[in-house]
């Protein structure tokens, strides 16, 4: 009992400190200052722009003027020499997996890995993608099982060690087109096709940029030449691209009937690259829309119990009460 009764008149003093000192910052306040009528000493010099003399404003003022005019010219040199790289950015398409809660297009996914087999992957690899990923998302298993074994795998050694081909089963990754990086550049004129697993997430505006690249090959506009076996494409970094144009018009027939346009190809393609970049995208969002009604009944109950637990203490009041 005596124990508590020390430690409460010890709390007491530290209430007490802390008031003196809240009291002290409050009184040094602006608003403290312009209210009363007699202002406070300040031991420093009281500096402010209005007593300034005439002159020291006029320097001032110039010093203020010219520091920000040379920010702004900084600010609009900088941009206009951003501008001279006279690169073309994608615009933002409405793709329909674009929205908060939205999947992707799954029977776009098939059609885009039609499109990744039947043309990309003469030159591009995608070794982080397995044929087992694919079940469940663009192809049954039997499917997937299928096409697998369209390939096929050096696999081995074999009981008497020598190295075997066997076709492919659903753990196999995706075949690559060259060998090595080497070969891929001796086969493109010195260009190399990267891996496209990932090519969505690496590079800057995502499928919109694939979508834009592949739509977007043109004839150089006058006066530019380009090498033996470079083509023009403004949204290229640099514009000169070591890529043919991969597609064109009907350039395939797909499985299920949808008209093959240019742009339904290029389309399709770059769901299948957003989906092979993000495999968790459907999940991702379910999950966010899981919390956001999670978070709904949650927060509302939180939000009361934080007012009721803390009300004694924010309805306190700490007064001082200057000894006499
Ligand atoms: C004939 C071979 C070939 C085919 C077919 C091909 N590409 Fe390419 N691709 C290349 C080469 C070579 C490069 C590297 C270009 C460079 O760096 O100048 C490249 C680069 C790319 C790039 C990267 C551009 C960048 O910003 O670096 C993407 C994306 C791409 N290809 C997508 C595709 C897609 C999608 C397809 C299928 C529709 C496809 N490619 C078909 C050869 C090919």
Redesign the pocket.
Known sequence: MRMRTARAIQLVGVGAEMAALRLCVWRSTGRALLHSKHPAQFSRANISFASLSKGRKAAISTLGVLTAGGAGLALILHQSVKASELELHAPSYPWSHGGMLSALDHASIRRGYQ??KQ??????SMEYLAFRNLVGVSHTEDEAKALAEEIEVVDGPDETGEMFTRPGKLSDYFPKPYASPEA?RA???G????D?SY??NA?HGGED??FS??TGYCDPPAGVSLREG?YYNPY??GQ?????P??YNEILEYDDGTPATMSQ??KD??TF?RWAAEPEHDQRKKMGLKLLMGSAIILPLVYYLKRHRWSVLKSRKIAYRPPK
């Open positions: 499109v990744y043309v990309c992957s003469a030159c591009h891929a086969a493109n004129n260009a190399l096709p990267p496209l090519i969505v590079r940029y694939v690249l592949l470079l290229f970094p000169a691209i070591g890529m043919a991969p597609i190809v290029a393609v770059c690259l």
